[in-house]
């Protein structure tokens, strides 16, 4: 199975500041098919987890432009320009290269 | 829009075996390019990846699981199933179901690029005597 490892796991931020979470893989994401198969989610207190961002850097449909993801191969990164207080959750990686799927630990953004 | 609703019982005994339900609303399980993923949630183990069903009823599971889970369509009802033996506790968790959607097929290798973008609120399983 492949090994996803985020870190940090707990990112305190505030409102305004950027933030930046970082996502590793135990292999090589990308496919011949030239995309990079790694998702981010987040996962609003008390929600489910939420599609933001995917093939490692396309935004969802609604997901604000204030999220960029970026990164190749095995090293991937979660970038929000200006942390808002509705940002807090926890932020998971996942690679859907291929079955098993599997995610990251979670980095968990909390306003300081 | 797509809803997904996770129900079944939320307390089962050790041994015994979970039978979950996902009911959609808001479009059919059988409509093409979409998948049905089981995502289980613990405090242990974070999220973990179940397995999917398709639309036209194959199947592929975490290998983790295999020889304890089944999945199943219900186009009648509009629901997909799982079930899940020989219970633990270990198998305490969140249950969700999750829709995948397929938006890219590479025409070399049949690798299909999908999203999960709809989640079910999920709903808890407690595996206790």
């Known amino acids: 199975d492949i090994v996803m490892t985020q870190s940090p796991l707990s990112l305190p931020v505030t409102p305004g500041e950027p933030a930046s979470l970082s996502c590793t893989s135990s292999?090589?994401?990308?496919?011949?098919?030239?995309?990079?198969?790694l998702d981010w989610y987040l996962q609003k207190p008390g929600q489910s987890p939420q599609l933001l961002i995917y093939l490692s850097s396309n935004r969802a449909s609604g997901v604000p432009d204030r999220f960029s993801g970026s990164g190749s191969g095995t090293h991937f990164t979660l970038e929000i320009s200006r942390v808002e207080a509705e940002d807090v959750g926890v932020y998971y990686c996942?690679?859907?290269?291929?079955?098993?799927?599997?995610f990251g630990q979670g980095t968990r953004v909390e306003i300081k | 829009q797509m809803q997904l609703q996770e129900s079944g019982p939320g307390l089962v005994e050790p041994s015994q075996t979970l039978s979950l339900t996902c009911t959609v609303s808001?479009?059919?399980?059988?409509?093409?390019?979409?998948?049905w993923n089981w995502i289980r949630q613990s405090p242990g183990k974070g999220l973990e990846w179940m397995g999917y069903?398709?639309?036209?009823?194959?199947?592929y599971y975490n290998p983790s699981l295999k020889t304890r889970v089944t999945m199943s369509l219900d186009t009648s009802r509009n629901q997909v199933s799982l079930n899940l033996t020989s219970l633990t506790p270990a198998d305490t968790a969140v249950y969700y179901c999750a829709r995948d959607t397929t938006f890219a097929t590479d025409f070399w290798s049949g690798h299909r690029s999908s999203y999960i973008d709809v989640w079910g609120k999920g709903t808890t399983v407690s595996v206790s005597s």
């Open positions: 069903i398709s639309n036209d009823g194959n199947t």
């Open positions: 996942m690679q859907a290269l291929e079955t098993p799927l599997t």
């Open positions: 808001g479009g059919s399980v059988n409509s093409g390019g979409f998948y």
């Open positions: 292999q090589s994401l990308l496919h011949r098919d030239g995309y990079n198969h």
